[in-house]
């Protein structure tokens, strides 16, 4: 009899406790459905558009044919994605450029090299191959009119920091290194996989100290914009709905395929650019820019302190919920504000950018940052 009781008083407890997880893990998707329903507003001015890059296709060790890549991006509403198939480089790919229907194809290849992967982007396929050695494929990758960004610094390959030689961007964040470290802390949203996938994806991501770290050191000398890279094998859609940059064009986006690829990878060389987790909260409409003697310096740019002392930090955003925003200088916080506007009087050189957190419930980690913006950078002596 007793036993028996003991049984039952177990059997009832574990009913009680599952129910109490599928109510919490039912308030959270619910939360998450009229999240995404949510619009973001852009501003007509900045000519914003959105994409994903770091992606794998079956032209390297991705799991899907572009074709199908692409109609996953245009299920997510992207304007544009950037493959980076393995290669030196990856012809195939490279060939495979231009207009699926409204999507914008866009390639490079994802060397490896002798401090790791080094992505390069927007070259003249050359005759032969780029060079082994990281520093001479920088510089190879340069003449042939292209830009190179440290791939996923911290994890897999790890990259071997030497001089710095001229590389244009870093990977602040990866979904691969994301999910590997951070599996466990994602272990009671695993039903989530089932029902929604990225609800498992947002729940790995936790603040890419290191690498943010690495980037801060690395602009406090030269310019270098983060990127944050989907590195996508396989479960397209889930990764394109998550880590996304918003490119600032400045003008529309061009119809015919020359001009836009000559369009995104502009900005992107310009830093015209912020990265944003969308999956948390549509990140569209933001706006970070310094200001002096009359002159807009977008962000990306240099401003040279040289031909004025008084250089004005502004950051704007139309976000119908509540946000903290950080502005950084040189990793540093220099001022913290509720809600998306500031207005800041520089304090002297540095790479100053900008952090957004979501507040209230988010199922974002409260230490990654929603919005990264790229570095305006404060020279004495200009760019
Ligand atoms: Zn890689
Ligand atoms: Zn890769």
């Avoid at 990977?171 to 498992?200: C, H, Q, T, V």
């Avoid at 943010?212 to 479960?235: C, I, N, T």
């Avoid at 880590?243 to 369009?263: D, M, S």
Wanted: positive net charge.
């Amino acid at each position: 009899m007793k036993t028996r009781s003991w049984k039952k008083r177990l059997f009832a407890g574990s009913i009680f406790l599952l129910g109490l997880y599928v109510l919490w893990f039912g308030s959270i998707l619910l939360r998450q459905r009229a999240r995404r329903e949510m619009p973001a507003e852009k501003r007509p001015s900045t000519h914003e558009i959105q994409g994903v890059y770091h992606i794998h296709t079956t032209f390297s060790d991705g799991w899907k044919p572009l074709e199908k890549v692409a109609a996953a991006a245009s299920r997510q509403h992207l304007d544009f994605i950037i493959l980076t198939d393995h290669g030196n480089p990856n012809r195939a790919s490279l060939a495979s450029q231009g207009w699926k229907g409204d999507l914008l194809v866009l390639a490079g290849s994802e060397l490896s090299v002798s401090r790791g992967h080094l992505v390069a982007l927007d070259f003249r396929p050359p005759d032969g191959t780029f060079a082994q050695n990281a520093e001479e494929a920088v510089r190879e990758v340069a003449a042939e009119g292209g830009f190179t960004v440290i791939a996923h610094p911290f994890s897999k390959t790890r990259w071997s920091w030497g001089e710095v030689a001229g590389y244009a961007g870093i990977e602040i964040a990866d979904s691969d290194s994301m999910i590997k470290r951070n599996f466990l802390r994602a272990i009671p949203y695993l039903p989530a996989l089932l029902l929604s996938p990225r609800i498992f994806l947002l729940k790995t991501l936790k603040r890419p100290s290191q690498s943010l770290r690495k980037w801060d050191e690395m602009g406090a000398k030269q310019a270098v914009y983060g990127y944050f890279s989907a590195d996508a094998h396989l479960a397209y859609d889930t990764l394109f709905s998550c880590f996304r940059l918003h490119v600032f064009l400045g003008e529309p986006l061009a119809g015919e395929f020359e001009q836009a690829r000559a369009q995104v990878f502009n900005s992107l060389r310009r830093g015209a650019f912020y990265c944003a987790v969308d999956s948390a909260r549509p990140a569209g409409g933001f706006t970070f820019w310094a200001e002096s003697r009359g002159s807009r310096f977008p962000m990306g740019s240099a401003v040279p302190l040289a031909s004025s002392p008084r250089v004005q930090l502004r950051a704007e955003a139309a976000f119908p919920f509540a946000v903290q925003t950080r502005l950084l200088r040189d990793g540093e916080v220099v001022l913290r504000s509720e809600g998306p506007a500031i207005s800041f009087p520089s304090e002297g050189p540095g790479a100053y950018r900008i952090e957004i957190y979501l507040l209230g419930r988010s199922p974002l980690a409260r230490d990654f940052p929603w919005i990264i913006s790229n570095p305006i950078y404060i020279r004495e002596d200009g760019p």
